[in-house]
C-alpha cells in the first residue's frame, strides 16, 4: 500500500487539511479502480466497510494477486468530519454555505465535447484515452470557488480516469441498495448481487450532479453526441448505500468489503479463482420509480412498516398522531415494491418526506434525489 496525502484549502489560517489515498497494485495498472468512503461525513458504514477492504487488499498485495490498481479513501470528506452542531455531527451539507458534499460536481461534457471535435477515430481504445485525457484537463481547469469545491475537485481528480468508481453512504434507516448509470446495469449487476442488494437503482441523470454521475455519465452522453465513432462507456460508477447510519458492524463490513473483493475479482483487477455470483435479492428498477412516502399530516411518526418490506400501493407505511388530539392520519405507499429506506426521525411536519419505495413504474421526473 502505497499512502499519498493530498494537501486541501485551509478552512482558516493555520488550520491545515487533507485527504488520505492509499494506493494498491501498480501505478497506472488497468482496471484502475476508486473507491472512496463517507463522502457524507456522519455515514459511517462506508467507512467501516473501506477499513476491512484495506485489511482484504493489503493481503491481496503481499500475495501479489493485485493485477489493476486500486485507490482507497477511507474518509473522503475532512470538512464534514470536523462539523458538530449542539452534539450532532453534520456531515451530509457544507456548514458554511448549505450545500450537499455530494452534489454540484462539474459537468464536464460541453467542454470535453469542444476538445475533443475532429479528433476521435474508428479505434475505440484510442478514443478512450482521448476522453479520459479531455476530462482530466478540463478538471483541472475548473476553478474551484471555495475549501469545499476545492475538495470535490481533489475527489474527483483521483476518480476521473478510473474504470469502475464505487461511492460508499447509507440512508438512514435502510437496507442495504445502490444507484448506478442506466447502461452500468449490467455491468454492475453482480455487484448488486454480490451486496445483497434489495433495491438497484437506475437513471440516466438524477439532477444536482452527484460524484457517481460525474464519472459515469459523460461517457453516455458523448457516446450520444459523436454517434459516428466508437466510444466504449469509459467508467461504470455507483453509490452505494450501506444500509442505515447505525449499521456500524465488524460482521456487516466485512460481508460488503468481501462482496466489492469479489466483485474486483470478476472484473480482473484481482486475480483468483472466479467467485460464484448469488441469486439477486432484487431487479433493476428505475430512479424514477422510486416513490417517497409523505406526511399527510404533522404529528408523532408510529411506523407500521420495516426496511426491507415488500408493500403495496395504498399499505400503511406510518401512522401520524396529533399529540394534542390523538387523531391519527395514515401515510400510505403510492406504489408497490420494497421499503428500501426511511427516516431516523419519530416526529414529522406535514409533508415531510417518511420513506422510500422501489417502484417499477417510472412515474417522477426532474430532480430524482432527496436534498
Ligand atoms: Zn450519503
Redesign the pocket.
Known amino acids: 500500500m502505497r499512502t499519498e496525502q493530498i494537501a486541501l484549502s485551509p478552512l482558516a489560517p493555520g488550520a491545515s487539511l487533507s485527504l488520505i489515498a492509499q494506493r494498491f497494485g501498480e501505478a497506472g495498472a488497468r482496471p484502475q479502480v476508486y473507491v472512496q468512503a463517507s ?2 461525513a456522519d ?1 459511517i458504514p462506508g467507512m467501516i466497510a473501506a477499513h476491512h477492504l484495506r485489511e482484504r487488499l493489503t493481503a491481496l498485495e503481499a500475495e501479489g494477486r493485485i493485477k489493476g490498481e486500486i485507490v482507497l479513501v477511507p474518509a473522503a470528506n475532512p470538512i464534514g468530519l470536523a462539523q458538530r452542531v449542539l452534539g450532532d455531527h453534520i456531515g ?1 451539507f457544507n456548514l458554511a454555505d448549505g450545500v450537499n458534499f ?1 452534489r454540484g460536481y462539474p459537468h464536464l461534457v460541453p467542454k470535453v465535447a469542444e476538445r475533443i471535435e475532429g479528433k476521435l477515430t474508428g479505434d475505440g481504445e484510442a478514443n478512450l484515452r482521448l476522453i479520459r485525457e479531455a476530462l482530466g484537463a478540463e478538471l483541472d481547469a475548473w476553478e474551484a470557488g471555495n475549501p469545499a469545491e476545492v475538495m470535490k475537485k481533489a475527489l474527483l481528480t483521483l476518480a476521473i480516469g478510473a474504470d469502475i468508481v464505487l461511492d460508499m ?1 447509507c440512508d438512514s434507516e435502510a437496507v442495504t441498495h445502490l444507484y448506478t448509470h442506466t447502461r452500468s446495469a449490467e455491468a454492475l449487476a453482480p455487484l448488486s448481487a454480490l451486496l445483497g442488494a434489495r433495491a438497484y437503482l437506475l437513471a440516466e441523470e438524477s439532477g444536482d450532479e452527484p460524484f457517481d454521475e460525474a464519472c459515469s455519465r459523460p461517457w453516455a452522453e458523448l457516446a450520444d453526441r459523436f454517434p459516428d465513432q466508437p466510444i466504449p462507456f469509459g467508467c461504470h460508477s455507483a453509490t452505494l448505500e450501506f444500509r442505515g447510519e447505525r449499521d456500524v458492524t465488524h460482521e456487516l463490513a466485512r460481508a460488503d468489503a468481501a462482496a466489492l473483493v469479489d466483485f474486483l475479482t470478476l472484473r480482473g483487477v484481482i486475480s483468483g479463482e472466479t467467485p460464484e455470483v448469488p441469486e439477486p435479492l432484487c431487479e433493476p428498477t428505475p430512479l424514477a420509480a422510486s416513490e417517497p412516502v409523505t406526511a399527510p399530516a404533522t404529528g408523532i411518526v408510529v411506523f407500521r412498516a420495516d426496511v426491507g418490506d415488500q408493500v403495496k400501493a395504498g399499505d400503511v407505511i406510518a401512522e401520524i398522531i396529533d399529540p394534542h388530539t390523538g387523531a391519527a392520519a395514515n401515510a400510505t405507499a403510492g406504489t408497490d415494491g420494497v421499503m428500501f429506506a426511511r427516516i431516523l426521525l419519530r416526529f414529522a411536519t406535514q409533508g415531510m418526506r417518511l420513506a422510500k419505495v422501489a417502484g417499477t413504474k417510472a412515474t417522477r421526473t426532474g430532480k430524482l434525489l432527496s436534498a
Do not use: A, G, T
Open positions: 463522502l457524507h455515514e451530509r455530494n453512504h
